[in-house]
Structures are given as C-alpha cells and as structure tokens.
C-alpha cells in the first residue's frame, strides 16, 4: 500500500513545511514551554532565517505560533541567526541572538517579550540600541565568526556573562562579554576558552551541572558541589564536543579537567546526527534539558520534493555520571506517555547467529528498551591497540560481520526478509589487562534502497564494564529518525534513514545475535501513539 508522507515522524518536533536548524531560546514562562529555532518560511533548503515559535505544556504535544523574532531593523536585516533565552531575576525571560547587518556582519541584539501577561510571549520587542555587540575594528572580532549568544549568567559582583562563538585562523574560542545592565556590553581580554584546529565554535553553551545527583542548576549557580560544561558545535565537522571543567567565576576562566578536550579523543552527546544543541535550565522540574538539532541524511532533491528539512530530536535529561567524567543523558519521561501497546519480551536467550522478531508493536514508531546478559566472555575479540576510532570501527565490523561477543542488538525499520534494516549492535572486546571494551554502533548501510541517502555508520565506545553491569540499549524509532541510550544514557547515537520497503506497517522489529556466543535478553517494546506537533 501507499503512504503518503514516509519519513514524517510521528513524535519528533517539526513544523508542517520547510527547513528547520538550531533549537533557539528553549525557557519555561508561567509553565509553558517555549521551544524557538531557524526556520525558512520559504522552502526546504537554509534561507531567509527567521525565529518561529511553538509552546508546550508537556514538552510532547506543541502549538505552533506566529514566528517570534525576524528581520525588521537594520542589525538584522539580513537574518534573526541563532541565539537564546535567559530568565532575569524576576522571572522576566529575555532573547540574546545573532543578527545579519546590511554588511552582512554578525552581530548581537536583544528582544523582549512585549506583553509578560502573555504566557504564550507572542510578541517579542527589539531594543532600540541594538546592536549590541558587534565586530570593529579595535576589538579585532571576526565579522563573519562572530554569533549564537548563550543563555547569560549572573555573578557575585551582579555582572552579566556571556559567551558568543567565533575562530581566529583554526583556532575556536568562545568571546566573553560582561554587562551590569545587560544592555552596555563590555568584551572581556580574553575568552572564556579557546582550542586550536578546532574551527569555527557556533552555537556554544556553558552551564553548571550538580556532583551530587540528576537535578538540574540554575545557569547561574556555582559553588563547591559544581562543576561546569562548555559544549561547542564545530562547524568543520559538524559535531559536537564537551568538556567539564571549573569555572572560577571570579576570574572569569574555565579550566576543563585533564583529558577533556574538544577533539576526537572528546566527549559528544551523540556520537551520530546531533548538531546545534542547547540546553535550558527547567525550574518547573529542576533538571536540564538539552534540545538539538536532527538534519536529515538525504539528498538536497530529495528534501526539496518532500517539502521540508531538520527535526528537533526528543528533549532529553542531562546530568553529570557518578564517575563526574562524563554526562548522561535520557529522553524526559513525558515522551512514555505515548507509549501504548506495550509487549515485554520473556527472558530469553538468543543464540549465536539468531534473529527473533519482536511483534505487537508498530514497529515504524516505537519505544524499545532492551537490556543484554552475557555469561561467558571467553570467546570476546581481542580489541588492537590500534582500534581508537569508533566509527571507523563500526563500519569495518559492520552488523553482517560475525564476532565473538556481538555484534548483539536491534533491527531497526527492518523490512521482511531484511533487504533493509537499521542494526543498532554492541561489540566486546577484550582490552589490555583483562578490561573489557564496550562498543556502540548505528550501522545504517542497509537502511534503505534509496543509494541517494548518507548512510554513513556510527560508533561510540562505551563506558560501562561488562562483567559487572548489564549492557542496556533504550531506541526510539519514529519512521526516518532512530535515537538510540546505551547505558542508561552513557552514550547516544541518532541517525535518519529512509526506507523504501520497510515503511510504516510493512516496518519490522528484531533483536539479533550474530556472534558465535549466546546472550540473554530481556527487555520491553511499546508503540508510541502521535503527539500532536504544530
Ligand atoms: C548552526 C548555525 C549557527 C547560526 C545558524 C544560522 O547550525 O550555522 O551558527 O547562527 O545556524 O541558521
């Protein structure tokens, strides 16, 4: 049978038409919540940005606005870039973004919502002294590297911080300003952090995250039971790396702890298509919410005939791991009250070489959490010293190569008879001094017939140790998106793929085990009913 629109998603944020890219100004007001991004109300192809807005009560079900912020003064005349939302002590939100000048210069401006009796802040002012701040010539700021704005902080001497992303050569940095007034801004001599040959930084983010605990910081909170993120988007690679560190607020530097870099040896919140992220601080929950954008995987033509581009990915739950070296992350629960029909898989086990489908879910728009046993480790592939890179890893050893301990793990989007499927897989190997090496990965080379598509394959190591927990893998699958939790949230990859079998009903779920050792399953599997997206 015919489906009209394949690769709509069911419950990921998108508008009904068009290209979309960074999430902008995520905040909560009067408890709603306001989700802004780049949008082209002309086409699907980047052009013509301009903020639209939707608002939520559940972060799941969302009501598209008017768009909040676009051109209409000379400081962004050219385009409303990216940017975000602070909450002002009393409770007023207002909105640092990027703005293109009639030079076509990056520059920064500010909004504020001109009716706060309005929970749905509809309308937003622009300041009559905007920009303000922009490149010239004494503060030698790069006019075309020079945006996204963080949400800012307050420190103890009652001065604004923010950071605003820019390079010089190869090397990226985050700009800092101060303001007393958050009007006058002044750019401190140095910035808050930089990195060589790491290009262009857009769209920064720098907040406190607890090391007791999930619960959410104010952006503004420091102190002994903190520590601090710095999270840039590298425009050379389009992903994304994080470092935790200490920030002494007095002297206005951050100081990332040894062996956090923002580099391939880095830390990614997504090992997959992730990009443009944003977290915000929700004060309704006390936790941190991180937004980021999805791109698609297909071709341009392909984009332009379906007549829309970019999801948002589900809003997930970030907090800092007990080991304080890395953070995890985990879809917010709201998203389960879409679950539905649920099926739990009897503990089984799956032998070597099998395939067992998972049936009594709509496989196209799914929830599926599964957790894998294994018992005996003997036969785990001694890992080479050489193997450091995950991704180069999981396409050589892809889900039809055949291992000792895995490749184990999920079919995804996986037509009968498997001409396509997503494999979300674990791979152990044995490491150096009798550790073992947890692997990840998001293979998409057979996720479509389409050969127009980037099926690019993915992979994370994982920081789990087998022989003492349970290996788990948490996917949400929703027609051309796949969101995969290892770990309980320790490492994430997302990918798109566009299958041309395995659509909607004619989509399957299976677990597999294609090493020669036999792993216990368990796990449940739920289909996700459509949320109401704009
Ligand atoms: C990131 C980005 C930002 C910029 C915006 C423009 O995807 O390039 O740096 O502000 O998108 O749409």
Redesign the pocket.
Known sequence: HQVKEPYRTGYHFQPPKNWI??PNGPLIYKGIYHLFY?YNPKGAV?GN?VWAHSTSTDLVNWTPHDAAIYPSQPSDIN?C??GSATILPGGKPVILY?GINPQNQQVQNLAYPKNLSDPYLREWTKVPQNPLMAPTQANQINASSF??PTTAWLGPDKRWRVII?SKRDQTGFAILYRSKDFLNWVKAKHPLHSAKKTGMW??PDFYPVSIKGQNGLHTSENGPDVKHVLKA?L?NTKREYYTIGTYNIHKDIYIPDKGSVESDAGLRYDYGKF??SKTFFDSSKNRRILWG?INESSSVEDDIKKGWSGIQAIPRKIWLDKSGKQLVQWPVAEIEKLREKGVKLPSSVLKGGSVHEVLGVTAAQADVAITFEISDFKKAEVLDPSWTDPQLLCSQKNASVKGGLGPFGLLVLASKGLKEYTAVFYRIFKGHNNKYVVLLCSDQSRSSLNQDNDKTTYGAFLKVDPLHEKLSLRSLIDHSVVESFAGQGKACITARVYPTLAIDVDAHLYAFNYGTDDVKITGSAWSLKTAEIN
């Open positions: 890219n960074d780049q980047w940005i385009g870039w990216s990027t945006r996204d992303g857009e769209c988007s425009d990009y443009a954008w």
